[in-house]
């Protein structure tokens, strides 16, 4: 059998998963965490559900790796007998550089590591994972498959921001846009459910997850997205702000606010944890119905962005075939869906309350017979998506 190893790395963890390219089956997964603390810790996975947790010593991402081959070798199948053919590496910034997937050589983790200044929580604990996954398997192809590559085809209206020019060029600050490879699976996937070809379709896709961030897409092509230089513009997501007048940013700043500080804060204490403590949707939902009136303002301020750019893209296509939910909230809140599209019948978008609260999984329509809008929930699948463009790379 051939499988794809696919690699999601942090600056302290690895995330893995093998995947059957043939079906996209998970047939193991597992994560090490705390890399380079005292406490480093191993999840197993196999596909016949058996998991393991131990501890393990991971001073860096090499014995991560380790620790990773032990794994698979405790669980009966070692890394030799598990026929990987390629490595999918998930990389968050590819930069201008980067727009499809792209094989790993030398120069090529060295240009990701470059990166790195304008990705320091993401690029540089990647690179470190890919060193190391080439060293433990040098026989195979290696892949790197980019959040920003997808977004590449955004037009330049789009991805420009307006400060002197000089400036943009000189620290390469424009919109990259994120999450691309949900964006690209879920719409693809909304095609199939259709059996409409995805060149006929615009989309505005709503990923919602602890991270968010929304996608325009015409004919399979990114047009435009909510997040832009950083992860951080945009929606309300469960810890980051998302989009925030620069100049209060400044106003803090003069009042005494270190970067470090306004990075924490808009990162990592603002958005849902911000308002009610708890950057957990659910948590925040049961709050507001039990009355909390913190609660209740953040799902408004919430709803309120999301719906600021569902107008803006049905706009921008001149109106959409399909409006599709994805991601941990997308997929899982039918309250949040109706809220997201009560009142947009002039839009076409109507919704079916039984069919949005049905809790089936997969692909499903969620939107009324009469509604010229096809509104979908469409599961995504980052790593199924990263093993498949590795595949299609590598042959
Ligand atoms: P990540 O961005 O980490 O991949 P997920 O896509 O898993 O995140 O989404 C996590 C979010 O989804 C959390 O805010 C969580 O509360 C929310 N979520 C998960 N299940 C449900 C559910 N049944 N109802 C509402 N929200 C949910």
Not at 130 to 140: H, K, N
Not at 252 to 265: I, T
Not at 332 to 337: C, I, Q, S, V, W
């Amino acid at each position: 059998m051939h499988t794809i190893l696919v690699v999601n790395a942090g600056s302290s963890s690895v995330k893995y998963q093998l995947i059957d390219p043939e079906t996209e089956a998970r047939l193991a997964s597992g994560l090490v965490e705390r890399i380079g603390e005292a406490d480093g810790r191993l999840v197993h996975r196999s596909d016949d559900g058996r998991s393991e947790e131990r501890s393990v010593h991971v001073p860096d991402h090499t014995s991560a790796f380790s620790a990773m081959v032990d794994a698979f070798e405790r669980a009966g199948t070692p890394v030799m007998a598990l026929g990987i053919q390629a490595v999918g590496h998930r990389v968050v910034q590819g930069g201008s550089v980067f727009i499809a997937p792209t094989r790993i050589d030398d120069a090529v983790a060295e240009q990701i590591l470059d990166l790195g200044s304008l990705a320091p929580l993401h690029n540089p604990g990647q690179y470190q994972a890919i060193v190391a996954a080439r060293q433990m398997l040098p026989e195979v192809p290696h892949v790197a498959v980019f959040d920003t590559a997808f977004h590449q085809s955004m037009p330049e209206r789009a991805y420009s921001y307006a400060i002197d020019a000089e400036v943009a060029e000189h620290h390469g600050i424009r919109r990259y846009g994120f999450h691309g490879t949900s964006h690209q699976v879920v719409s693809r996937r909304a095609a199939e459910y259709l059996g409409r070809p995805l060149e006929s379709l615009r989309q505005i896709v709503l990923h919602l997850g602890n991270g968010a961030s929304m996608c325009a897409i015409d004919g399979g092509r990114s047009m435009d997205t909510s997040m832009g230089f950083t992860p951080l513009e945009g929606l309300v997501m469960g810890t980051r702000s998302g989009d925030i007048d620069p100049g209060a940013l400044l106003h803090l700043l003069r009042a005494g606010y270190s970067a470090d500080e306004l990075d924490r804060l808009l990162n990592h204490e603002s958005g849902l944890i911000g308002y009610t403590g708890s950057g957990d949707f659910r948590d925040v939902r049961a709050a507001a119905a039990g009355g909390d009136a913190a609660a209740r303002l953040a799902i408004e301020v919430y709803v309120h962005r999301i719906r600021h750019y569902l107008g803006a893209y049905l706009v921008e296509l001149g109106g959409a075939d399909t409006v599709v939910f994805t991601a941990g909230v997308g997929e899982n809140n039918a309250a949040l869906r109706a809220e997201v599209c009560a009142g947009l019948e002039w839009f076409g978008i109507r919704i079916d309350p039984e069919r949005n609260a049905s809790s089936a999984s997969g692909a499903r329509r969620i939107s009324s017979h009469d509604s010229r809008v096809e509104v979908l929930v469409v599961t995504t699948d980052e790593e199924a998506e990263i093993a498949r463009q590795t595949r299609a790379l590598v042959g």
